[in-house]
């Protein structure tokens, strides 16, 4: 049984479609990657996944264990499990990371009926996970997204996926924004993340970040749908010889 | 010649400060000085009007006088005498004309001297010209090839009379007569000024212009424009006007009222040259305009572009009044004052539909020994969903002798409504201009240019037929303000 | 101790002028432009029959600070502010209290002046306060108003800072009973500064139907400082009005107003806020901030940000916004599984927040997250009723 299947999903915004009957199944322990050329839609996808207001979702289901999220608001979809690493994270002032991180965890914890974390319980572990990501203790300090470098933005995305532990975690354009050595750093940290509990969704434009992070199965998305699947080959196909040929085939 | 380079041509000739100082002689007809009900009657009856206009005029009066001239303004000026003031003066033998060759050649010689050659062969291509001369429209170009597309572009005075369902129907209704104290004058002794109206659908096939000139002594202007976009059409209007160099101030107190029903878009541009007075402040035009549009319609869309050079003291704020929903207004801006001179300018954008847009661009500058400020309202009603306004404000001053002054009320009364507003205030940083005269530039040219760049915003808005001229008049404007 | 001192004959005489200006002009009508946006009478309705007392509190031992108002010191009265203002009037022809807190030279920055007024039901209470800061010296004064309702609170206070000296000020307005009933609050305050002083100002409005603080600041030397912290909040039918205007007067002075707004259910938030630089005032550094965040449909924000500049070696600034929370980060809060009740908290707690961080006196930074605090409880009381 599928952990999440998305099953021909149709979305606009305004008069525009951008989702044109896209279906899609994704297995525990699977990581999954979505290439396409910009304008394809893919970061509508990820928007729509996580629910943000802004679409008109048409027609089309989306099951996380057999769930449907398009009912449900952003916050509930989080708490079933689905996480999306922004591709630009919101900036936060006023609002410090520790304390943004702290009412996350405990979000989740309470929505698993587990025990909320306080004190030097909460502290030690943001601080152990922090540090497998390279964030300074500084960094936790100051507001969230607030003058923070494009490296340090992914990575605290990443950070705050490997505390809330999600079933499915959507990564929307993760590579964007980073240098060789933050690429790596993030990589990686999404690397350790796998599990066979858990499924992911790489959305990216580039074939580099699939490097880091080696998916099983490719997918190309054009105008609003996907085209073409197969295995990691794929994407170094598209690196070879871009999005031409599958324009032209569509 | 291509348009660009006649319009450097005719700026390059003008070396003196006020080229447009001259005055011209012709033989006029003139009202007695002064203002009472048979002046109004006079006026009424030298322009034929029907009964009802005139009444509508004797109403504004009785208005008027029972109204008290405006002091909140940052300005300061004499007292103006209303009694002795001119309100009624026309070059003779202006009436009944059938085509140009009537026209008196001095005033057409006037005209060619001002850079607006009005015979349409050697008329700037694409710009068609309502010339008013003192009290009235001496003569409007190209109406043949604008009638083709049912565009109606003529002097308002005719327009009473052609058109008066269209004139009874809008005229006062986006500036009331009882507005304020200049509205409720100008609506008992306009003159002349022009009158438009794009159909249903018509995309204006050229520039419409109207030039307006004081010549006579003593005499006022009152001039009264209404612009109509009906439902999908789009106009460019261009405003331009200048006076002779005379000692005493005159008094030029306009009202533009312009409409849009759904999905029109106007387009209004100004650039505005009256004589500023002298360096040592005497004469120049006080500027007491009431500008103001009304997006009736959704989608519609109003944009002011003004390039304020001129007059002595200037109280003019162009404003939208956003009803339609998506409706858009904008207000992009530039106020120079040099020597004397007093600008009290800004717009209003009075945001009453849903996901109704404002933008508003001020760039003031004063130099020498004047008086520059921004006076701006945005207002959101509680109808006003999901609407939008940034204003973005910015002065610069040359000189310690002058001020810059910014005062901008803002309101909103729905919390969807988002209103971003910023201003700023500095002066020309030494290092632009070290950089600029370690290039060989004079300090003047060095001085054009920074100010030119500082703004930039909203220079890109004008039609390319404005913008060059404008581009010279500022650094004309800013003539021995430095060093 | 209790702080209570009677207006000295000295000081009756000198408002004898204010008495006649006030039985013939009253209160300040809302045709005057900087009261058109706050309309007194619709707040104030019978002053008359009130009770004037003015009670005032110190914590600890600091009656050696407080003297009676020495006559000298009343030319504060004689600026062109508090002679043109049209509260003057109303308040110096009403007070019942008039004392001057003197800060000793030794005083260590440690420890705060901290007063505290409480105005029963049915009671007007006007006081003159005078704070006069020596040279050299850095010093922290914390005065707070708790009001009642129908009661009428109306201060004058003119500040002084000394050369080379720092002063942390605060003025809390806070409400006594739990409604908000006919309690109002308009005050007077003037700062002048010497060279190479800093005000630090902190303006909390909580409490009270109407409060109203009208400040007006001369840098009146090279190099003095001014910084305004204001945070308002506002709900019911409040109406909560900042109005400032700060004279650079010489050269190298700077100024800096930050000004928060929160307004809910259908009250009223203003700021009218000026920096003013003289012809001679080079160098200048003026900057005003004021945002305002709109909670409900009935709630209304008026701003008006002024600068009017005769120098032209300045740098002044202004920015304005009203708005709601900000969508996108509500939705990033929504899709890390928070609440949409706690994201709104923690966005209205964050854009609060912003502005504790630039207070640099302890003491005011946790008197002002408390009020922030406390207002988020009621908050939180009313979303869950």
């Given at each position: ?250 | ?177 009882h507005d304020n104290y200049f509205s409720a004058l100008n ?260 001085v054009s240019l920074i100010v030119n760049g500082f703004c ?28 | ?280 005032a080079q160098k200048t550094d003026g900057r005003q901030m ?96």
């Amino acid at each position: 049984m599928s952990l999440l299947k998305i099953e021909d999903l149709y979305a606009s915004i305004g008069d525009e479609k951008i989702l044109n009957g896209l279906s899609l199944e994704i297995n525990a322990g699977e990581t999954h990657a979505i290439m396409g050329p910009n304008g394809s839609g893919k970061s509508t996808l990820s928007y729509v996944l996580s629910g943000r207001e802004d679409y008109d979702v048409t027609k089309g289901s989306v099951l996380l264990d057999k769930k449907e999220l398009l009912d449900i608001e952003a916050d509930e979809r989080s708490k079933l499990g689905l996480f999306l690493a922004f591709q630009y994270p919101i900036e936060l002032p006023g609002v410090t990371g520790m304390t943004f991180l702290r009412t996350i965890i405990n979000s989740s914890r309470i929505a698993k009926n587990l025990p909320e974390l306080e004190g030097i319980e909460l502290v030690k572990l943001i601080r152990k996970k922090a540090a497998e990501l390279e964030i300074s203790q500084d960094m936790l300090k100051r507001f969230v997204n607030v003058g923070f470098s494009g490296g340090e933005k992914k990575r605290f995305e990443i950070l705050q996926m490997a505390l809330l532990d999600p079933k499915i975690a959507v990564l929307d354009e993760t590579d964007s924004g980073l240098d060789v050595d933050a690429l790596r750093i993030v990589g990686k940290g999404v690397t350790n993340l796998k599990s066979k509990d858990r499924g992911m969704l790489v959305i990216t434009h580039y074939q580099r970040l699939l490097d880091h992070i080696i998916p099983d199965f490719v997918h190309i998305m054009v105008k609003g749908k996907i085209i073409q699947s197969g295995g990691p080959d794929l994407a170094k196909l598209v690196e070879k010889e871009g999005y031409k040929s599958f324009l032209n085939g569509n | 010649m291509p348009i660009q380079e006649e319009t450097i041509e005719q700026v390059n000739l003008a070396t003196s400060k006020y080229k447009y100082g001259f005055s011209t002689d012709l033989e006029v007809d003139k009202a007695p000085k002064g203002l009472d009900e048979n002046i109004i009657k006079l006026i009424s009856s030298k322009k034929n009007e029907p009964e009802w206009m005139l009444d509508w005029r004797l109403k504004a009066f009785e208005i008027w006088k029972k109204m008290k001239e405006p002091e909140w303004a940052k300005v300061n000026y004499s007292k103006i005498d209303y009694q002795d003031i001119y309100y009624y003066s026309a070059p003779k033998n202006t009436e009944k004309l059938k085509s140009l060759d009537e026209v008196d050649p001095e005033l057409l010689k006037t005209y060619e001297k001002l850079g607006i050659p009005l015979n349409e062969q050697k008329a700037l291509a694409g710009v068609a010209v309502d010339a008013v001369f003192d009290s009235v429209s001496v003569v409007t170009t190209f109406r043949k090839q604008l009638e083709e597309k049912g565009v109606i572009f003529c002097p308002i005075s005719e327009a009473i009379k052609t058109h008066p369902e269209l004139i009874k129907k809008y005229i006062g209704s986006v500036i009331p007569r009882h507005d304020n104290y200049f509205s409720a004058l100008n609506s008992a002794v306009f003159t002349d000024g022009s009158f438009v109206y794009i159909p249903k659908g018509v995309k204006c096939p050229m520039e419409l212009s109207t030039y307006f000139r004081i010549n006579e002594k003593n005499t006022g202007q009152f001039e009264r424009t209404l612009i109509i976009a009906d439902d999908d059409s789009y106009v460019s209007y261009l405003e331009g006007c200048t006076a002779p160099q005379r000692d005493e101030n005159q008094l030029h107190a306009a009202v533009v009222e312009l409409i849009t029903h759904d999905n029109a878009e106007i387009k209004y541009s100004t650039v505005q040259n009256w004589f500023p007075g002298d360096e040592n402040g005497k004469g120049g035009i006080f500027n007491f305009v009431t500008k103001r549009g009304s997006c009736l319609g959704k989608n519609s869309k109003i944009s002011w572009t003004q390039v304020e050079t001129g007059s002595a003291v200037t109280w003019k704020y162009p404003s939208c009044i956003l009803h339609g929903d998506n409706s858009v207004g904008e207000f992009y801006s530039v106020a120079i004052t040099n020597n004397f001179q007093q600008a009290d300018t800004g717009t209003k954008m009075i945001h009453l539909g849903k996901n109704t847009k404002s933008t508003i661009i001020s760039k003031g500058i004063s130099a020498g020994k004047s008086q520059n400020t921004y006076r701006g309202k945005v207002l959101m009603q509680p109808g006003a969903k999901n609407a939008r306004n940034f204003t973005q404000c910015d002065s610069l001053l040359i000189g310690d002798k002058c001020g810059a002054h910014t005062i901008p009320y803002i309101t909103s009364k729905n919390p969807s409504a988002n209103i971003e507003h910023e201003a700023t205030t500095s002066k020309i940083s030494e290092d632009q201009l070290f950089y600029c005269l370690s290039r060989g530039l004079s300090e003047e040219e060095a001085v054009s240019l920074i100010v030119n760049g500082f703004c930039k915003e909203v220079m890109k808005e004008l039609p390319m037929e404005f913008s060059v001229e404008a581009q010279k008049l500022i650094g004309i404007s800013l003539e021995g303000s430095v060093g | 101790m209790e702080i209570n001192s009677p207006p000295s004959n000295e000081v009756l005489d000198f408002c004898n002028f204010f008495k006649q200006s006030f039985k013939e002009h009253g209160w300040p009508n809302s045709k005057i432009e900087t009261w058109k946006m706050t309309p007194l009478q619709k707040f104030i309705k019978d002053s008359s029959s009130l009770k004037h007392n003015s009670k005032y509190l110190l914590s600890n031992n600091k009656n050696k600070f407080i003297k009676n108002v020495d006559i000298n010191n009343l030319e504060f009265l004689n600026s062109k502010y508090f002679q043109k203002n049209e509260m003057s009037r109303v308040i110096l022809s009403h007070i019942s209290n008039a004392f001057e807190i003197l800060v000793p030279k030794s005083t260590s920055k440690k420890e705060t002046i901290d007063i505290k007024s409480s105005i029963d039901a049915g009671i007007w209470s006007s006081s003159l306060i005078i704070i006069k800061v020596p040279e050299n010296v850095e010093c922290n004064i914390a005065l707070e108003f708790s009001l009642s309702s129908n009661s009428l609170c109306t201060p004058l206070i003119a500040i002084d800072v000394g050369k080379g000296s720092n002063l942390s000020f605060g003025l809390s307005v806070i409400n006594s009973s739990k409604s908000l009933n006919a309690s109002n609050f308009v005050s007077l305050i003037e700062g002048d500064l010497s060279e190479n002083s800093n005000l630090e100002m902190v303006l909390t409005q909580q409490g009270a139907t109407l409060s109203r603080s009208d400040i007006n600041i001369n840098l009146n030397q090279n190099y003095s400082n001014y910084d305004l912290i204001g945070v308002y909040f506002g709900r019911e039918k409040q109406h909560q009005d900042i109005t400032t205007c700060v004279n650079h007067l010489a050269e190298n002075t700077s100024s800096n107003q930050v000004i928060r707004g929160i307004l809910d259910d259908s009250s009223v938030g203003v700021y009218q806020g000026g920096v003013k630089v003289a012809p001679n005032a080079q160098k200048t550094d003026g900057r005003q901030m004021s945002r305002a965040l709109l909670l409900s449909n009935l709630a209304e924000s008026n701003s008006k940000p002024e600068l009017e500049i005769f120098a032209d070696d300045v740098s002044c600034a202004h920015g304005a916004t009203i708005g709601e929370l900000d969508k996108d980060q509500f939705f990033y809060l929504l899709s890390r599984g928070v609440s949409h009740s706690m994201a709104r908290e923690l966005l209205i707690k964050a854009y609060l927040n912003e502005v504790v961080e630039e207070i640099q006196n302890d003491y005011l930074s946790d008197k002002l997250e408390k009020a922030i605090d406390f207002w988020l409880s009621e908050f939180k009381m009313k979303e869950v009723a």
